[in-house]
């Protein structure tokens, strides 16, 4: 393979601005050397030195292995343009279907004629919309090419090349003098363009069949058909708006670059020689939940310390985080070799940047320009915002041995399919965000985390400075726009799980310790905050209720949440203020009108929601194992919730709570604050059980039945402040005519 025009004046050849007839003289200057060193080599194969510009990375071998042959006849020629073209398959695969065609030059066809002056010359096609010759791709043996483009010396690079193909065919079709054809039912090319809808990416019925070629990469059990003409193609050009299609859909298909290696299969006593400088820039444009979190998975992340710099670039908006984020950054000065915070004022002020999109712009020029410096250690750019969390520690080091110049870890939303990913074709957005349809995957554009490697930057800054986009508000969508307009493309990659993306809706940061709340945007940093995991971890490894421990018979206690939870919840309640007696007024509980004790419903507290899905994703597991008999109301979520509520006992105000059945089928007691060290006395004595406990943590909950066997009071807390969060879960009303209904047939 040889690409044209690389060796022709400046590095970035724009062939399409220099006129379609300056790439045929290219061709035809190609040609003839092809032909020379052919007829002239003495061996049994011919190394063919391709005009390659030496100094491209991407083309390291410029020289390619041919048959030698005394009959030109016998050498098959396939041009392409170099953007917007497809192979779907290899070589030999195209060579054969070529020679089904039995002739020597083989065009493209497609629906619109171009110039529309010759549509009235062509014939008409009975069986076929596609009519008119496409000079974009075609195939011929070589004396014949030689031969058509004889008479491109006296043109001039800017004239028309479909012109001159299209006035060749048409003059060919009355003298005859060369076997020419096109391909009208679309048997070898597919032109998109006006033919959208006419292509299908359907399940590959003979993916099995071994006279089906096997795609290397890709996906194999898929084809693409041509449901007009009912053909197969083996090339895919497009041109115009039909463009998306090719490189968003068909591409992700059929034509996948080399991904990255599996980060499971990379060690952690990994080669930091051979590892490229990184800059790291880490944006905060907007005040996010888990801000901590986000530090603390970069500081995790595997990476050369030496060879690691990172920039913190905090916007005006988010400046609310700014003491949070500071208190963080050891753990970035402990991996990287140089680290620096740029606020909104200092950008401005130093650096003459004052607002994100001249940040992201004077970013790219200082690293590119670092590369045309010294191209070998030139650094690559990887930008990454703080709503995206990498929590896969290795991804890094995949990125950068992918060999991709601009790619990003594909991360989506926990909740929901929001993610850093943009398709131009909705209907596989789906399949790619939820890993359905997993590789790399050519995208729209990309944000939030985005590697950029160093011979790519000046290509990039080239792309954007050139490019007007200031009517686009998104800087990312804009940025995309400015490279798809000059035809560098983007990538995105979910082989694995990299991370997942945070989003800041309803974070409200003037609720007291607001990350409490977040649960449902951002289940694992919650987890991972408020969550014991390694005892958590143990417990759900448990198979029986005899491995729980029991410190009272019946009665369950687990090392759950941590202290962090329990002390931020506690502030939460004492800063709402709301503490009242007045629980059967509020919540119609009269079983415990005689018994009220000193508390906040979850709901006065906005926590409601989260807790019961603390419930949800924690804790109805647990029961299922404690409560064999009955797992059906837990696989079933047959559980509601009764009072759910923070109680807080003093000697002053309540310092004892009589015996008292709990209105539930189940109560959830999670101690808040730790006996000892915050308060003195209290607990809780079953009755029927004779038994006391005293010795609760902060974070340890209490399982045990509600009603019937477990009578129990509190005890005296006689110096300090007790705190416990307490739920009552009562059946749904299926589920008590379901209990009912398992009871008479045991009987």
């Known amino acids: 393979m040889w690409v044209l025009g690389l060796d022709s004046g400046p590095r970035e050849v724009d062939v399409q601005s220099r006129g379609g007839a300056f790439k045929l003289k290219l061709l035809r200057k190609e040609l003839l050397r092809l032909s020379e060193q052919l007829l002239t080599s003495s061996s049994d194969t011919c190394a063919v030195d391709g005009p390659i510009d030496e100094n491209e990375e991407m083309f390291e071998d410029s020289t390619a292995k041919v048959p030698k042959t005394q009959d030109l006849n016998d050498v098959n020629i396939i041009f392409t343009d ?79 090349d479909q012109l001159y193909f299209a006035k060749f065919y048409l003059k060919n079709l009355k003298k005859r003098q060369f076997k020419v054809r096109l391909d009208h039912h679309a048997r070898l090319f597919q032109n998109l363009n006006g033919a959208v809808e006419h292509v299908l990416i359907l399940p590959n019925l003979f993916s099995n069949s071994s006279n089906v070629e096997k795609l290397d990469k ?50 952690e006593n990994y080669s930091e020689s051979s590892l490229p400088k990184l800059y790291m820039a880490l944006f905060f444009e907007q005040p996010t939940p888990f801000v901590a979190e986000f530090i603390e998975y970069v500081s995790e992340l595997l990476y050369s310390k030496d060879k690691l710099t990172i920039a913190l670039y905090i916007a005006k908006s ?49 690293v590119a320009e670092e590369y045309r410096k010294n191209r070998k250690e030139g650094p690559y750019l990887f930008r990454l915002d703080s709503s995206v969390h990498l929590n896969n520690r290795k991804v890094l080091l995949s990125l950068v041995k992918a060999n991709i110049g601009i790619l990003s870890p594909l991360v989506g939303h926990e909740t929901s399919m929001i993610s850093n990913y943009g398709g131009a074709v909705a209907e596989d957005y789906v399949a790619i965000v939820s890993r359905q349809m997993r590789g790399v995957v050519n995208a729209a554009y990309v944000t939030g985390a985005v590697l950029i490697k160093a011979h790519k930057l000046p290509i990039v800054v080239d792309a954007v400075e050139k490019c007007s986009n200031s009517h686009i508000e998104n800087i990312d969508i804009a940025e995309a726009f400015c490279l798809r307009n000059k035809g560098v493309l983007m990538y995105a990659v979910n082989i694995e799980r990299y991370g997942f993306l945070v989003t800041n809706d309803n974070f409200d940061q003037s609720l007291k310790h607001p990350e409490l709340f977040m649960l449902q945007n951002s289940l694992t940093n919650w987890k991972r905050r408020y969550v014991d995991t390694e005892e958590y971890t143990k417990l759900l490894n448990f198979t029986d209720f005899s491995q729980f421990e029991q410190p009272c018979r019946e009665v369950f206690r687990v090392n759950l949440f941590t202290q962090r939870f329990a002390k931020e919840l506690i502030e939460v309640a004492e800063h709402a203020g709301q503490w009242s007696r007045n629980r059967n007024g509020r919540n119609g509980h009269d079983a415990l009108a005689d018994y009220a004790s000193l508390d906040v419903h979850l709901g006065q507290l906005g926590f409601n929601d989260t807790w019961l899905s603390v419930i949800h994703h924690f804790v109805i597991r ?33 310092g004892v709570l009589l015996p008292h059945h709990d209105p539930s089928i189940y109560t959830l007691n999670v101690a808040l604050n730790n006996p000892g060290l915050d308060f003195e006395g209290g607990g809780c004595h079953f009755i029927r059980q004779n038994c006391s406990i005293t010795d609760s943590r902060a974070g340890q909950m209490l399982i045990h039945p509600g009603r019937l066997t477990h009578l129990h009071q509190s005890l005296g807390t006689t110096t300090g402040s007790r705190y416990v969060l307490m739920s009552f879960m009562e059946l749904h009303v299926k589920a008590k005519r379901k209990l009912r209904m398992r009871s008479s047939s045991d009987n």
Request: net charge negative; glycine share 2%.
């Open 82 to 160: 170099s953007s917007n073209v497809l192979f779907l398959t290899s070589s030999a695969e195209i060579e054969k279907a070529f020679r089904m065609f039995a002739t020597d030059l083989l065009f493209g066809a497609e629906i619109n004629c171009r110039p529309e002056s010759l549509v009235n010359r062509y014939p008409i096609q009975l069986d076929s919309p596609y009519s008119f010759l496409n000079s974009a791709v075609f195939i011929g043996k070589l004396p014949v090419l030689l031969n058509v483009l004889e008479n491109v010396k006296s043109l001039n690079d800017t004239d028309d």
């Open 218 to 267: 890709g996906f194999p059990d898929r084809m693409l058909i041509n449901s007009v003409t009912k053909s197969r193609p083996r090339i895919v050009q497009s041109y115009g708006a039909s463009t998306d299609l090719l490189n968003f859909q068909i591409s992700n298909y059929f034509a996948q670059p080399d991904h990255p290696p599996k980060t499971e299969d990379l060690s």
């Open 318 to 366: 988010a400046e609310s985080q700014l003491a949070e984020i500071e208190s963080n950054l050891h753990l970035l000065t402990s991996v990287a070799s140089d680290v620096t915070v740029w606020t909104a004022e200092k950008s401005c002020d130093l650096l003459d940047r004052c607002d994100l999109r001249s940040v992201r712009m004077g970013l790219l020029k200082e």
């Open 622 to 654: 647990l029961m299922a194992v404690l409560y064999e008999e009955q797992r059906f109301i837990f696989e079933n979520e047959s559980l509601r919730p009764g009072f759910l509520f923070v109680s807080r006992f003093r000697p002053n105000e309540q």
